[in-house]
């Protein structure tokens, strides 16, 4: 797949998408972890994996595509912080909801 720069419509929603399935996995904490260690190599990190990643994603169609893009997001370094934001504030509306369920069963 050949790398695309994404429009500002198509980052916001990949960031949603990625912050959304990483919290509902219940690895929020994890990925913010591994998200502000990375942060600083992330230009490299992406440019090293799409070196290593480019023969085999055209194989996977669709997904290759998909991989591609998200190699492109995380190559830039506002683009994690915008996904560790998100990470953030989805898991404290997850932690307000489970509040709101304690109180409501006591």
Not at 64 to 77: F, R, Y
């Given at each position: 797949m050949i790398p695309?720069?994404?429009?500002?419509?198509?980052e916001?929603?990949?960031?949603?998408k990625?912050s959304?399935?990483i919290?509902?996995?219940?690895?929020?904490t994890?990925a913010?972890l591994?998200?502000?260690?990375?942060?600083p190599?992330?230009?490299v990190?992406?440019q090293?994996?799409l070196?290593?990643?480019?023969?085999?994603l055209?194989?996977?169609g669709?997904?290759?595509?998909?991989g591609?893009d998200?190699?492109?997001?995380?190559?830039?370094?506002e683009?994690v912080?915008?996904?560790?934001?998100?990470?953030?504030?989805?898991?404290q509306?997850e932690e307000k909801?489970k509040?709101?369920e304690?109180?409501g069963?006591k």
């Amino acid at each position: 797949m050949i790398p695309r720069e994404l429009s500002s419509e198509e980052e916001e929603e990949l960031i949603e998408k990625i912050s959304t399935t990483i919290v509902k996995s219940g690895f929020g904490t994890v990925a913010l972890l591994y998200l502000e260690s990375y942060k600083p190599l992330s230009f490299v990190g992406g440019q090293i994996a799409l070196f290593y990643l480019s023969p085999i994603l055209p194989l996977l169609g669709k997904w290759g595509q998909t991989g591609t893009d998200l190699v492109m997001l995380i190559s830039k370094k506002e683009n994690v912080d915008k996904i560790i934001n998100r990470i953030k504030e989805l898991m404290q509306e997850e932690e307000k909801k489970k509040e709101k369920e304690k109180r409501g069963e006591k």
